[in-house]
């Protein structure tokens, strides 16, 4: 009996064998149809750097035995190597193997999901699946299962950025008009309007230089924008009779200052040409008082002011001072000065005219000074001649970091890339931290790549006023964040970038309008060409593709891999352009 049954066992054990190698080699031949790959995405995108290769297997109901595991490797191949992601393993309902147990009496979908960081290689790809199966425990002599492509990859757009970032030159600072002002006062005696030259504040020192200053002053020959005579009275007295006090003292004001004139012009000898005088009567100073009070050395000047600014009606307030004239001697001290009338003359800084600037920056610009000589590069829109003007700014004023800092953001203009680092490093030296120098800075990390300390460098320079969030929005193009990208450009319009962001954030039309309005480059061209691609508007994007290949040649051999237009490899029109 024991015999029989052993026999009766070993042949069913043959069969399952039989009958479970038959399952194997029939999932081999049904491998195709058996399981159906779908890739999320295709071609692949490199979005923030990374590239998404997930991808649904679809097997169907009744293809998978039950002993069966099968091992799935998505593979990225590119030219000159490969990419194998992480394997996934599927085992039978009989099978203890770890692994996603796939039943075969429904169908079931399982993930093969992989994020991986994009390489320059990736971009002529394409992602396959790679397979063996075997019965549970014969491993080793598994069937590999033919490799299966599934997506193509990697369109790199989101990466595409250009060279249009916010460059930082530095105000020149100079002034088209400058207005230079000189003041001097004629002081009265308590209650007074006629002119007491000996009254001691008129006798001072300082009161003498003042004055004499003022008549040098109007003996230069500028042209005089205004001559003002303002006059006041001190706050302790009646406000009318302080009103009308401080327009006698105008009055005086007045023809004191036209004796000064006529006086000057008898020893100029020729007459001085001015305005009308503007005379005002100011009334009585309170304001004036406060701050001296505030200003002076008094013990008691706080409890004083408290007194005085509790008084809500003006006589009151007035009675108020008065009084403390006769409690504190320095009171009066206070008051004395505020008893006057103020000369104010305002007249216009003689300068070189725009175009004397514009010739001396080129021809002598040792003969001008920083400001006016940085004002002069903005004369001039050559950027080799500006550059040139920023060297003689170097030159002539080699503790200035503006020279460096401007000359380095017309060498970004031009592309000149390591000149620019050069400068920057100088000026970086001479004005450390500055906003402008750092987001130039920025500018030249990021067009290096260097994306990783491109961002502190805009962000130090956003914290010293720069407006430089345009730089920032184009990192975050870079790091996958669109919508924030479109945030950051809010206010700028018509660049590469912002189509960039927009196209990302799946919005084509938008890229195109602002495209259309983009100063015209290689880079908006091919954008343009990308986008109509997309919308599968194939005339345009010949033209487009066409007028970016003639303005920089080296985009044919771009776009000849570039799988944005794969539909169109084939295309004779597309052959023709790439060639």
């Not at 169907?60 to 595991?69: D, H, L, M």
């Not at 091992?71 to 490969?82: A, F, H, I, M, R």
């Not at 020729?270 to 200003?295: C, H, Q, W, Y």
């Not at 175009?355 to 400001?371: G, H, K, M, V, Y």
Request: hydrophobic share 40%.
């Amino acid at each position: 009996m024991k015999n029989f049954n052993f026999r009766i066992l070993a042949v069913m054990l043959i069969t399952a064998a039989f009958f479970t190698s038959c399952g194997i080699n029939k999932m081999v031949k049904n491998y195709e149809s058996g399981i159906r790959y779908t890739p999320n995405t295709n071609p692949l995108e490199n979005h923030g750097g990374n590239v998404a290769a997930n991808v649904t297997g679809n097997i169907v109901e009744g293809y998978f035995q039950r002993k069966a595991v099968v091992e799935l490797t998505p593979v990225l191949k590119y030219e000159g190597g490969e990419k194998e992601l992480s394997t996934v393993i599927l085992r039978g309902t009989r099978t203890t193997t770890q692994g996603t147990m796939i039943n075969a009496d429904r169908a079931t979908n399982v993930e093969l999901n992989n994020v991986i960081a994009y390489q320059p290689e990736m971009f002529a790809s394409e992602l396959y699946i790679r397979g063996r199966i075997y019965k549970e425990g014969n491993a080793d002599r598994a069937t590999i299962l033919p490799e299966r492509k599934v997506a193509d990859g990697v369109i790199n757009t989101s990466q595409r950025l250009a060279r249009d970032h916010y460059i930082s030159i530095a105000a020149h600072e100079y002034e088209l008009e400058t207005i230079i002002t000189q003041k001097a006062d004629l002081y009265f005696a308590y209650m007074r309007h006629n002119l007491d030259t000996r009254l001691p504040l008129n006798r001072a020192d300082d009161s003498q230089q003042r004055i004499a200053a003022l008549g040098e002053f109007l003996k230069r020959g500028w042209e005089i924008r205004a001559i003002e005579v303002n006059a006041w009275a001190s706050p302790e007295g009646e406000v009318a009779f302080n009103e009308e006090l401080s327009e006698r003292r105008a009055q005086t004001g007045e023809r004191y200052m036209n004796d000064m004139l006529r006086r000057l012009e008898r020893e100029l000898g020729d007459p001085i040409a001015r305005p009308a005088l503007t005379v005002s009567a100011k009334g009585e100073d309170f304001e004036g008082f406060m701050t001296k009070l505030n200003a002076s050395a008094l013990p008691d000047k706080q409890a004083i002011a408290n007194v005085i600014n509790a008084q809500i009606a003006p006589a009151e307030r007035e009675r108020r001072i008065k009084d403390m004239t006769l409690i504190y001697a320095e009171i009066e001290k206070i008051l004395e000065p505020l008893r006057r009338a103020e000369f104010v003359v305002h007249s216009y800084e003689p300068k070189k005219t725009a175009e004397e600037i514009r010739s001396l920056a080129t021809n002598n610009p040792a003969q001008l000074d920083e400001r006016e000589l940085l004002y002069g590069a903005t004369l001039h829109d050559d950027l080799q001649t500006r550059l040139a003007i920023y060297k003689s700014a170097q030159r002539l004023f080699p503790n200035s970091y503006k020279g460096f800092n401007n000359a380095a953001a017309i060498n970004l203009k031009l592309g000149n890339i390591s000149d620019a680092a050069s400068d920057l490093e100088r000026a970086n030296q001479l004005s450390p931290g500055n906003g402008h120098v750092q987001n130039n800075l920025g500018v030249v990390a990021t067009w290096n790549k260097d994306y990783e300390n491109a961002k502190p460098l805009f962000e130090a320079a956003r914290a010293q006023g720069i407006d430089n969030n345009y730089n920032l929005g184009t990192l975050m193009i870079k790091e996958g964040q669109y919508q924030a990208a479109i945030s950051a450009f809010a206010g700028k319009t018509c660049t590469h970038n912002i189509a960039l962001a927009q196209l990302m954030a799946g919005n084509p039309g938008a890229a195109l309008s602002t495209l259309e309005c983009a100063p015209e480059s290689a880079e908006v061209a091919y954008l343009q060409a990308v986008v109509h691609s997309r919308q599968n508007n194939t005339n345009r994007m010949y033209d487009a593709l066409r007028k970016a290949i003639q303005m920089d040649p080296s985009m044919k051999e771009v776009a000849a891999k570039d799988r944005e237009f794969i539909r169109f490899f084939a295309q004779n029109e597309f052959q023709e352009i790439v060639r």
